[in-house]
């Protein structure tokens, strides 16, 4: 039976949903109307089932994210007339990253190249940080966000999104950690990944990268006083402290490099540096990426949010938030808290 499948679209609402057409011959055999079932073939579960006009516009989107869809078509009277099985191995896929924080580029990157591994098909990718994966994922096709691309055989976003509609993702991003988010829309199994960042491979010094900020107030460790004591304990153990925040510190007894920087110069001093001291933030997540131990002082994200390897994660443990919420942080942990935690570190 000569039926098209293609599963891409310019639209958004549309993706990873099917346009069917089929030959004039079919058309005219069908009266241009089918019953197509969505099967889903890892489970063998029925999930939705249409009847569709074989005109060339999308089917109604009820899941956007991957799934192993097998298709049986049937005629009105419920007599099977075909069968289709998505299958990319050497098929084109165009998967978009739809976000623009650092953090969430840097946390997804690595299941996309995963993706294409697993099917071993070939990947187009937008990000919106190209520059730092276009050296260390060569086998994936970089372009820049909001490029129409056509003639693939299926395409993704992957975004975080609070509704709990599963047509957009299977998982909610506020009680999961942030990477299983890529890998449940992409249809892998999670496991903590890290991301290849191409940064210098140098000597580390005796050095610690902070950043005090984050995207939202209520994500910064907001103790008065807190941020200055950790500058002053780094510099007793003989530590130089880099600043590195784009928005301006006041910080006094640092190298105070806050600004607006290129990435290049903030992967250069991670590369050297011991340390980073940082919030829920991307430059958490660059740090982790270019081998720099972690400190992540968040009481506003749950503990498993972000990555554990290589990470010593600080919040009060009184109150630990079991998803995100956006309200103020009501019990966020002491400044004693903090730096009896950094020490312990530190002088191991």
């Known amino acids: 039976m000569n039926i098209k499948i293609d599963f891409t679209t310019n639209l958004p609402l549309e993706i990873g949903t099917p346009i069917i057409t089929a030959s004039p011959e079919v058309e005219s055999e069908v009266n241009s109307s089918i019953i197509v079932e969505f099967i889903d073939d890892d489970t063998n579960k029925l999930i939705d089932f249409r009847l569709v006009k074989l005109d060339s516009k999308p089917v109604p989107g009820f899941r956007q994210y991957y799934t192993k869809w097998k298709l049986i078509f049937k005629d009105l009277e419920s007599n099977i007339l075909g069968t289709y099985t998505l299958d990319l191995e050497n098929k084109v896929v165009f998967i978009k990253m739809d976000a623009r924080a650092l953090g969430d580029n840097l946390a997804w990157i690595d299941y996309i190249d995963q993706f294409r591994i697993k099917h071993n098909c070939h990947v187009i990718c937008s990000t919106f940080f190209n520059e ?3 050296q260390t994922y060569p086998d994936i096709m970089f372009v820049a966000p909001n490029t129409q691309i056509t003639n693939v055989t ?63 107030k209520t994500k910064e460790w907001n103790i008065i006083g807190g941020w200055q004591a950790v500058v002053d304990l780094f510099n007793e153990c003989g530590y130089e402290v880099v600043v590195i925040s784009k928005e301006y510190s006041y910080l006094k007894n640092v190298t105070n490099k806050s600004g607006d920087y290129p990435l290049k110069d903030r992967i250069k001093d991670l590369a050297e540096s011991e340390f980073f001291v940082g919030n829920s933030s991307g430059l958490s997540w660059l740090a982790w990426g270019c081998g720099a131990h972690v400190f992540l002082i968040s009481d506003f994200t749950p503990p498993y949010h972000e990555p554990t390897e290589n990470i010593t994660r600080i919040y009060n443990k009184r109150y630990p938030r079991e998803s995100i919420k956006y309200e103020e942080v009501l019990h966020p942990i002491s400044k004693e808290g903090v730096i009896n935690i950094i020490k312990e570190k530190i002088q191991k």
Do not use: H, M, W
């Not at 991003?173 to 449940?184: F, G, T």
């Not at 199994?189 to 984050?214: F, G, L, T």
């Open 132 to 134: 730092l994966f276009e």
């Open 154 to 216: 299926a395409q993704y976003y992957v975004g975080t999104n609070n509704s709990p509609n599963k047509i957009y993702q299977p998982s909610l991003y506020l009680n999961n950690p942030l990477q299983k988010i890529a890998s449940d829309i992409l249809g892998l199994e999670y496991k903590e990944s890290k991301p290849k960042i191409n940064y210098p491979n140098i000597p580390r010094k005796k050095k610690v990268c902070i950043s005090e900020y984050a995207s939202l």
